[in-house]
């Protein structure tokens, strides 16, 4: 940062600008904790060396809220992948089901928006196609925040929905599914480079907000990656560059996911593993009859109080997959 060149680059300056703030506030509050753990120790050795003073209760009400936080910055330690301090871009997509599926995908987008927020993380929308009764067909968000894909990353896949369906006349029980998808802006996405002769560039009419000016100009872009078959869209900014630089940031964030996942899949066929498709992985149920349920089928952890979940109370889900990812598997 002492660099007098440092600033020249204004996008990676600001990331590293913020990385070492996170540091410093990280590195400050281990160090008063040292030192609060250090005049405690202090304190109960001088209560054993002088029996007419009795402060024992005080200093075991005292280590228990020191032992409570350290607990708490100790679980940062979970947080050991490449990009888990990165911010993310998670796509919400209705799978097969008609408005059922679309309702439920529109309800898993409030249940992370509800924990994003929760966290303190920014979130701004990026896309969204509404669904034709209720919900959304798919919609993209990206979330700012330090440790924003470390805490998301485990709601990657797809999600299973049975409930009595408020869109049938004759309340029959209905399972829908929804996926989602998450991966983190990389910091190094810039070494992607991308031909123009591969793109397939649209514009069409925005959906989105922003007043009526979106609605009568051709601002949204669609962007198709012909090569691969990856499409992404933007929407929401009132200005078709906008749109577009939007688009063309997530179609790099998504390039590179994919060359990351190539390697990882080499290195695991030459290690003989399997690895199985993301849409064939059906890693959390939801269940709202005839019994409540929430159960996450990779780590065993569940609860009877979907409706808590549904409003973003996830943290205990993110607790257990980021510990059974450290879990040696069976």
Same mark, same amino acid.
């Given at each position: 940062?002492?660099?007098?060149?440092?600033? @020249?680059?204004?996008?990676?300056?600001? *990331?590293?600008? /913020? *990385?070492?703030?996170?540091? &410093?506030?990280?590195?400050?509050?281990?160090?008063?904790?040292?030192?609060?753990?250090?005049?405690?120790? #202090?304190?109960?050795?001088?209560?054993? #060396?002088?029996?007419?003073?009795?402060?024992?209760?005080?200093?075991?009400? =005292?280590?228990? !809220?020191?032992? %409570?936080?350290?607990?708490? /910055?100790?679980?940062?330690?979970?947080?050991?992948?490449?990009?888990?301090?990165?911010?993310?871009?998670?796509?919400?997509?209705?799978?097969?089901?008609?408005?059922?599926? +679309?309702?439920? #995908?529109? +309800?898993?987008?409030?249940?992370?928006?509800?924990?994003?927020?929760?966290?303190?993380?920014?979130?701004?929308?990026?896309? *969204?196609?509404?669904?034709?009764?209720?919900?959304?067909?798919?919609?993209?968000?990206?979330?700012?925040?330090?440790? #924003?894909?470390?805490?998301?990353?485990?709601?990657? &896949?797809?999600?299973?929905?049975? !409930?009595?369906?408020?869109?049938?006349?004759?309340?029959? *029980?209905?399972?829908?599914?929804?996926?989602?998808?998450?991966?983190?802006?990389?910091?190094?996405? =810039?070494?992607?480079?991308?031909?123009?002769?591969?793109?397939?560039?649209?514009?069409?009419?925005?959906?989105?907000? &922003?007043? $009526?000016?979106?609605?009568?100009?051709?601002?949204?872009?669609?962007?198709?990656?012909?090569?691969?078959?990856?499409?992404?869209?933007?929407?929401?900014?009132?200005? @078709?560059?906008?749109?577009?630089?939007? %688009?063309?940031?997530?179609?790099?964030?998504?390039?590179? @996911? /994919?060359?990351?996942?190539?390697?990882?899949?080499?290195?695991?066929?030459?290690?003989?593993?399997?690895?199985?498709?993301?849409?064939?992985? $059906?890693?959390?149920?939801?269940?709202?009859?005839?019994? /409540?349920?929430?159960?996450?089928? !990779?780590?065993?952890?569940?609860?009877?109080?979907?409706?808590?979940?549904?409003? &973003?109370?996830?943290?205990?889900?993110?607790?257990?997959?980021?510990?059974?990812?450290?879990?040696?598997?069976?």
């Amino acid at each position: 940062m002492n660099d007098p060149d440092f600033w @020249q680059h204004s996008d990676a300056a600001g *990331r590293i600008s /913020k *990385r070492v703030s996170n540091l &410093g506030k990280e590195i400050s509050d281990w160090e008063r904790l040292q030192k609060d753990v250090s005049e405690l120790l #202090a304190l109960a050795q001088e209560d054993r #060396a002088d029996q007419s003073v009795n402060i024992t209760q005080e200093i075991e009400a =005292e280590m228990n !809220r020191l032992v %409570a936080e350290i607990e708490k /910055k100790e679980f940062i330690i979970l947080f050991d992948g490449k990009y888990d301090r990165s911010d993310a871009i998670v796509s919400f997509h209705a799978g097969s089901g008609g408005t059922d599926s +679309m309702d439920w #995908a529109g +309800m898993l987008e409030r249940m992370i928006i509800r924990f994003c927020e929760n966290k303190g993380f920014e979130v701004k929308e990026i896309d *969204r196609h509404a669904g034709d009764v209720a919900g959304i067909k798919s919609s993209t968000i990206e979330v700012k925040g330090e440790f #924003a894909y470390g805490w998301l990353k485990g709601e990657a &896949g797809v999600h299973r929905l049975v !409930r009595i369906s408020p869109f049938d006349a004759e309340q029959m *029980r209905h399972t829908s599914f929804a996926l989602i998808d998450i991966v983190p802006v990389f910091d190094d996405v =810039e070494e992607v480079t991308i031909d123009p002769k591969d793109l397939r560039i649209d514009t069409f009419l925005s959906s989105g907000h &922003g007043g $009526q000016s979106v609605q009568t100009t051709y601002s949204a872009v669609r962007i198709v990656h012909i090569p691969t078959g990856i499409m992404v869209s933007c929407q929401n900014e009132r200005s @078709q560059l906008q749109n577009r630089e939007i %688009a063309m940031k997530v179609l790099k964030v998504k390039l590179f @996911q /994919k060359r990351l996942e190539a390697q990882q899949a080499e290195r695991a066929e030459v290690r003989g593993e399997v690895v199985s498709a993301e849409w064939g992985n $059906q890693i959390r149920s939801y269940v709202l009859h005839p019994y /409540k349920m929430v159960k996450d089928h !990779r780590t065993g952890y569940e609860t009877q109080d979907p409706f808590a979940v549904l409003e &973003g109370d996830l943290d205990r889900f993110e607790e257990e997959y980021l510990k059974w990812r450290k879990a040696p598997q069976v």
